[in-house]
């Protein structure tokens, strides 16, 4: 039996998923193989180390968004004026890599690791086995427009999550017969629109990639052993910010602890609705 951790996108509230994995590694999982995508190719990262998560969360604790998506205004002005394919600079991410990473190529990671881009050209998702840890994991959050695409052996790549959030078709593939989902959530209770062209691109991302997990676990739910941990529900972290990161990540592992408790919910194999209609906003008004 083989199993496979497969981690989503999901921007700032990747800091969710260290609370899941720490619940999930108190509770004995140890996958054999893990694939991320986008945020989730970072978190996976650490996974992929055999390193300590008490250490990721720390780092997620002390993470703003300066850090991740530094302000760079003249990059702005040149990116609308159609003189630059991105706005962001991605020197914040890249720095955090170095500094963190403990290993420099996918294939000497511990334990086999898998990111996932998307070919700009081609438009096809491209899942990579080995290569430089620090471009391959920079391509895969390599939101469009937002930060630059990424150039590996001559091609350019962009976030995965663009054709793939969260790639449980490649986890089947590479033969895995268990296969745990750790998806984001999104923003389902923000009182009010994001306020920035940057928290609105995050959101809107964040949107698509979730409803697109969901059309996935439909898909798959059948095909193998399904294990999607349940999203947390509901979340009002604005999509830039990254100080909340320590709830998330308490709320999460406390969530997916009682889920785990719950023997029924892991063996009936029956993943529960990742996109279904709710409105705290509508809710929190009328009271």
């Known amino acids: 039996m083989t199993s496979a951790l497969v981690l989503s996108g999901g921007a700032n509230l ?13 509770s004995g999982v140890r996958p054999e193989l893990v694939i991320g995508t986008s945020v989730g190719a970072l978190n996976g990262a650490w996974v992929a180390a055999d390193a ?38 991605d020197r914040g991410l890249r720095l955090l890599l170095r500094k963190h990473l403990r290993f420099e190529r996918l294939e000497d990671a511990p334990v ?22 620090v471009e391959t994991i920079l391509a895969s959050t390599a939101i469009p427009g937002l930060l630059p695409p990424v150039p590996i052996d001559g091609r350019h790549y962009m976030d995965g999550g663009v054709v793939n959030n969260a790639p ?21 209770s923000l009182h009010e629109p994001p306020r920035s062209a940057l928290g609105m691109s995050l959101h809107a991302v964040t949107l698509m990639i979730h409803q697109r997990l969901s059309l996935d676990v439909e898909r798959y739910a059948d095909a193998v052993d399904l294990r999607v941990v349940p999203p947390l529900c509901p979340i009002s972290v604005a999509p ?6 320590d709830d998330l990540i308490r709320r999460a592992y ?26 705290h906003v509508r809710r929190a008004e009328s009271s």
């Open 254 to 279: 406390q969530h997916t602890s009682d889920w785990l408790a719950n023997a029924a919910s892991v063996a009936g194999r029956q993943p529960l609705p990742l996109f279904a209609a709710h409105s």
């Open 240 to 245: 830039t910010d990254f100080s909340q990161a």
């Open 14 to 26: 990747g800091a969710a998923q260290v609370g899941m994995m720490m619940a999930l590694h108190e």
């Open 112 to 133: 086999a690791f898998h990111v996932l881009a998307t070919d700009v050209l081609t438009g096809l998702g491209v899942l990579f086995s080995d290569g430089p840890a």
């Open 52 to 89: 300590p998560l008490d250490e990721l969360g720390d780092l997620w604790r002390s993470l703003r968004r300066g850090q991740v998506f530094p302000a760079d205004p003249l990059r702005g002005l040149l990116g609308f004026a159609g003189r630059s394919d991105h706005l962001v600079s």
């Open 168 to 188: 449980i078709s490649h986890a089947v593939e590479l033969g895995a017969d268990t296969v745990w989902v750790l998806a984001t959530g999104y923003s389902c």
